[in-house]
């Protein structure tokens, strides 16, 4: 029934009802889901190695991360302004059933974020029907960047974002008479959840497409607002990296800049093609 549907979709688009592209699409999410499913399932069985050698590596004051800031700053600045001090946390459970729903809650992060090409592609073979030949040619690739630029994402998330959090907020103390212990579920949420959302801040270019094929966004608007742009981006690298370190700050601040710049060449080049189209 669902690959009639699609073929209908290729072919007499025009003629489907709403419900038939209700089914078409039912059974896209259906099979974009179970591959969370399936990826889900298998990060459950070794959730033990990924808690141990991923999840949990960002707390330690031998991190990679950490120990490469360290040797850049003792060789290429002659000090020790980037050596993170101990970010040893020793977490603890308070809750009952704290670790198991964790275990469940970082199964899934794990298959979206394994399944997120898959996903992609699924999204694709639905709306791919509905675009004109020129549309459907000016998209090609598109899986593939959106992919690249999450997994980019992902890995600055990880390697620079999170374990820069940990470090501020885990030995963060108004005064010695307040010592932290740091929760399991809180320290899990800021790790996932800063990682995902780096993930989805580097697909700035290609929302920056979509919005500027649709003629919502202009590179004019973009370049008006630059400076507020560097304003927002640099109060949330202060947010989340150690306040007095301005190398760290930098580290987060950079990569966020060079994205909303190569969103504004992104968006300049389809106002150009629509230039042309028009003459």
Request: glycine share 4%; with cysteine.
């Amino acid at each position: 029934m669902a690959q009639e549907d699609e073929e209908n979709t290729s072919g007499q688009g025009a003629e489907m009802s709403f419900l038939q592209h209700l089914e078409v699409l039912r059974w896209h999410l259906i099979r974009a889901a179970a591959a969370v499913v399936i990826f889900a399932v298998t990060a459950f069985i070794y959730m033990g190695d990924i808690f141990k050698y991923i999840l949990l590596a960002p707390k330690s004051s031998d991190f990679i991360t950490f120990r490469l800031m360290c040797k850049l700053s003792q060789k290429y600045m002659g000090n020790d302004n980037l050596c993170m001090a101990s970010t040893d946390i020793n977490l603890i459970n308070t809750d009952i059933s704290g670790q198991f729903s964790s275990h469940l809650y970082t199964s899934l992060v794990v298959g979206i974020v394994i399944a997120f090409p898959y996903i992609l592609f699924e999204l694709w073979r639905f709306i791919r029907p509905a675009l004109k030949e020129n549309e459907a040619k000016s998209a090609r690739g598109i899986i593939f960047w959106c992919s690249m630029l999450f997994f980019s994402g992902i890995l600055f998330g990880y390697f620079i974002v999170s374990p820069l959090a940990v470090n501020f907020l885990g030995n963060y103390q108004i005064t010695d008479e307040i010592k932290n212990m740091i929760d399991f579920n809180s320290y899990i949420s800021i790790v996932t959840v800063t990682t995902l959302l780096t993930g989805l801040v580097f697909e700035l270019p290609i929302i920056s497409y979509v919005l500027s094929k649709l003629g919502i966004l202009t590179p004019g608007f973009m370049r008006t607002y630059r400076r507020h742009a560097v304003v927002v981006i640099l109060i949330a690298a202060a947010v989340i990296t150690p306040s007095p370190d301005v190398v760290s700050q930098m580290l987060v601040a950079v990569p966020l800049y060079v994205l909303y710049e190569i969103s504004i060449i992104v968006s300049a080049r389809i106002e150009k093609q629509r230039a042309k189209q028009a003459i």
